[in-house]
């Protein structure tokens, strides 16, 4: 290939050749100036704008809860339900007074880690005070019971679990407050004659079938599915009416689909599912289980104690329902009994040492929910 040889003379130009195309490329360029600060001017004016109606919402709704607040402030003993997201101190504050700064004589009930009292709001409205003890207060296994109640409670609604209203988290004391169940404890009523009169078949009927609503709820509706591994006739409160509420959600617990749930031991002995012993996995059937013991003490007045045993063995002799019948009620009628019966036959299947081999909730309040009652 041979060589070129060539001069710039040879290149034959001149500097006007060149004007035409500066000049086209410079309009260009001052053209998409234009449009680049355009953009950025109109980038700057929505930037702007936004930032002004986020500072307007804020301050506008600043001023709507600090008006809420002085609004109640200025009512004497205000509305601790229109106030309770706002401000705690002036829950507390109330709370105290009506209860005499948690004097004994309000005190209706003594739990594991509080106790419970009767709190007669100024405006007419009754709530019961659950307040963490002081010492308790300290621990965190206490306090960590305390804030899980809050977070279970403050997501779940259901005309057969108690209602959470609020709680305050102050430093001098801790409490939740709660809807006032009348009547107490199931454990209560059904350890005095009197009490335990009156509950007679068709309501432990309705109770067995409340509480098995409740914890189908618990375990198909939540999401996550929500175990609540301390079911026991201690946490089941029963209203004036005598339906019952399950209560006291300290140690329930969601279940993680992306974990083992593995946990530590919880619950009320002669109610905690056997398996719990050497798995300590918790599932929704320690529930079922729990279920089971608590569906035949309504029935039989009494923990069902070593009836438990002896319907799990094998070689089970059959029970007769006329010799385990709570004694202090009359005998039931004929529909009365095959109800019982029934009620009984799906207590026995939640007892069952299997937990695979337990039916589901959702299958035992839908067939319970099928049984007639000439009350409703």
């Not at 355009?38 to 001023?63: E, P, T, Y």
């Not at 004036?240 to 279940?255: I, N, Q, R, S």
């Not at 992306?258 to 530590?264: G, H, L, M």
């Not at 019948?325 to 009359?330: K, M, P, Y």
Request: proline share 4%; with cysteine.
């Amino acid at each position: 290939m041979g060589k070129h040889n060539f001069s710039y003379m040879d290149l034959d130009f001149s500097y006007n050749d060149f004007e035409a195309p500066l000049d086209t490329w410079r309009k260009s360029r001052d053209k998409r100036l234009k449009v680049k600060i355009s953009i950025i001017i109109s980038l700057s004016s929505i930037i702007l704008v936004a930032l002004v109606v986020v500072a307007v919402l804020f301050l506008f709704r600043h001023n709507s809860i600090n008006s809420t607040i002085n609004d109640t402030r200025a009512q004497k003993n205000g509305d601790i339900f229109s106030i309770w997201n706002y401000d705690g101190t002036i829950a507390y504050s109330d709370i105290i007074e009506v209860t005499g700064d948690f004097d004994i004589k309000y005190c209706i009930g003594t739990g594991g880690y509080g106790s419970v009292y009767i709190a007669k709001l100024p405006k007419g409205k009754v709530v019961a005070v659950k307040k963490l003890h002081r010492l308790e207060a300290e621990e965190k296994a206490y306090l960590e019971s305390f804030t899980n109640e809050i977070n279970v409670l403050t997501g779940i609604r259901h005309r057969n679990i108690v209602r959470l209203y609020g709680f305050c988290y102050h430093p001098r004391c801790k409490f939740l407050v709660y809807e006032y169940i009348e009547r107490g404890s199931l454990a209560y009523v059904l350890g005095i004659e009197a009490e335990a009169v009156e509950l007679d078949w068709w309501k432990r009927l309705n109770i067995i079938r409340g509480v098995a609503h409740a914890l189908s709820y618990l375990h198909h509706d939540c999401m996550p599915p929500l175990i609540h591994r301390d079911i026991s006739s201690n946490n089941i409160l029963l209203d004036a009416d005598l339906e019952p509420h399950v209560g006291d959600f300290g140690t329930a617990k969601f279940l993680n689909p992306d974990s083992s749930n593995r946990t530590i031991r919880v619950g009320t002995f002669g109610y905690i599912a056997p398996e719990l012993a050497y798995t300590m996995v918790v599932t929704e059937k320690c529930d079922i289980y729990s279920f089971g013991v608590l569906a035949l003490e309504i029935i039989l007045g009494r923990h069902p104690g070593e009836l438990i045993s002896s319907v799990s063995l094998p070689n089970r002799k059959d029970i007769i329902l006329h010799d385990v019948l709570d004694t202090r009620l009359q005998s039931p009628t004929q529909s009365v009994a095959q109800d019982l019966t029934f009620s009984m036959m799906l207590a026995i299947a939640c007892l069952h040492t299997n937990p695979k081999s337990r039916p589901t909730m959702q299958y035992v309040s839908q067939e319970l929910g099928n049984r007639t009652n000439p009350h409703h």
